[in-house]
Structures are given as structure tokens and as C-alpha cells.
């Protein structure tokens, strides 16, 4: 059984010297096609944990299953690709590169993994969809911050990865730029079976999630589905 969706087992991750543990034995199970909010106050482990559930960061002990792969049995070379094609991720700021149209960057994990021809149709799609088209050939330095997310947020999903993380994706955003974003999500969610794991500050959202898990201190305070 391959699909499947992000499990963790006894995670721990400590940082500085002496160590403090900032994620403290955690397990946990995220169905295929869930959508989880992960809350808590700043510091409270979960841009860490969402690194480490990710493959962004390796945990000091402990296991993590994407998929059915184990994150750690795999090699550089064969978890670059299954990243690049499984997983689309967004971040508070959107990183797209500068110097590329919005095209490109949304192109560019299909690039990647040689498929940026078969996906150019699909690109155009997206930016359809998202509200983008007068951007396509525009560089992010002159799209408004709500249209570098959208763009960020295609670039995403250009491979349909069967998992999107998702760290603050409306923190920089107004209310109505982080309500469309949303709405992305729930339609990403809803039609594609895309899982997402999203970690957010906004109750309002966290609510919008059909499971919400709270840290604490790097230990799973609550969790709607316990
Ligand atoms: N690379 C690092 N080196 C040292 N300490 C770190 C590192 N990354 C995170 N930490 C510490 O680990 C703890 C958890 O950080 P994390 O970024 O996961 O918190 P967070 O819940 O995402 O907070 P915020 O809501 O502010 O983004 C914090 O105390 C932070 O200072
Ligand atoms: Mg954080």
C-alpha cells in the first residue's frame, strides 16, 4: 500500500547547545485528503513541525511516513523528486524567484522534473483560475502581494501533489486576500482530495479545516480528532 498520507512516530527535534527540545514526542496521523490546521502561540513548535513532517528538516529522532515512504530511507536524489512531485508548499512570503514571470515560476517544478511543455497548458489554467492572467508575464516585484500568493499558491499545485504544507500562507496578507486564499484551499482540498496540513495564527481559518491540532510547548495539546 503506497498512497497513503503523513504519519509521524515519536518525533523530537531540538535546537542550540545545550539542546532544548522544541518538538517533544510527537505522534501523529493525517489521513489521505484531510485538511489539518496546526495553531498554537509563536514558539510553540509549529513551522518545526511542519519542516520536519515535510522533509524540510530532519527530526533528532523519531519517524515520519509520506505517502507510504519512509522520509528517511530514501535517498537524497530519489526524496528530492518525490518532494518536488508529492508535495507543493507555501510559506508566508511567497519565494518566488524575481527575475522569472509568473508563468515561469509557476512552471517551475515542472521544469524540474522535464515536464514544463506537457504542464504549460495546465500553468495557464491556474492562472486562470486564481485571477492571474494579466500577470503572466509580469515578475513578482510587479504583482500585488495578494497576486504573488495566488502565484505562489500555482506554483504549488502545478504538479497536483497529493500533499500541499502550508506555513502562515495569509499572514502577509489583507482579509480579503487571505479569504480567497482560503477558498483556494478548500477548493483544492475538495475537488482534487489534495491533503493539507496548515499552520495559521487565524482562528477564523483554523476553522475552516476539518481537523485543528493545537501545540503547546512542542507537545499536541488538542487535536478535534483525538
Ligand atoms: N533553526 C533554529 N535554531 C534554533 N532554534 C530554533 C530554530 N528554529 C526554531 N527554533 C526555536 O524553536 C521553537 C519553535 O519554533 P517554530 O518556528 O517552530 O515556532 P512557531 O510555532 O512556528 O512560531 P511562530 O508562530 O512565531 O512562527 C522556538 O523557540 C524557536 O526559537
Ligand atoms: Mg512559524
Redesign the pocket.
Known amino acids: 500500500m503506497k498512497a497513503g498520507g503523513v504519519a509521524c512516530t515519536d518525533l523530537v527535534k531540538s ?2 547547545d545545550p539542546p ?1 527540545d ?1 518538538i517533544r514526542n510527537i505522534t501523529l496521523n493525517v489521513k489521505r485528503g484531510d485538511f489539518v490546521a496546526i495553531t ?10 511542519l519542516y520536519l513532517l515535510s522533509g524540510l528538516d530532519v527530526p533528532g529522532s523519531g519517524q515520519v511516513t509520506v505517502d507510504g515512504e519512509r522520509l528517511e530511507a530514501l535517498s537524497p536524489e530519489d526524496f528530492d523528486s518525490f518532494r518536488n512531485e508529492r508535495m507543493g508548499f507555501v510559506f508566508q512570503f511567497h519565494y518566488l524567484l524575481p527575475e522569472l514571470t509568473a508563468l515561469e515560476n509557476i512552471l517551475m517544478p515542472a521544469r524540474r522534473s522535464g515536464r514544463h511543455l506537457e504542464k504549460k497548458a495546465k500553468a495557464e489554467a491556474l492562472l486562470d483560475q486564481f485571477e492571474l492572467s494579466h500577470c503572466r508575464d509580469k515578475v513578482p516585484g510587479k504583482m500585488s502581494g495578494g497576486e504573488q500568493q495566488r502565484a505562489a499558491i500555482a506554483r504549488a499545485l502545478i504538479l497536483e501533489p497529493h500533499f500541499l504544507f502550508a ?2 500562507p495569509t499572514g502577509n496578507l489583507d482579509s480579503s486576500n487571505g479569504e480567497t486564499v482560503m477558498n483556494i484551499f478548500e477548493h483544492v482540498n475538495k475537488t482534487l482530495g489534495t491533503t493539507i496540513l496548515m ?1 495559521t ?1 487565524e482562528p477564523d481559518y483554523a476553522a475552516r479545516a476539518r481537523r485543528q491540532i493545537q ?1 503547546v510547548d ?1 507537545v499536541v495539546a488538542e487535536d478535534s480528532d483525538a
Open positions: 535546537f542550540g532544548i522544541v498554537g502561540r509563536s514558539g510553540s513548535g509549529k513551522s518545526t513541525l506555513d502562515e499552520v495564527h501545540l512542542g
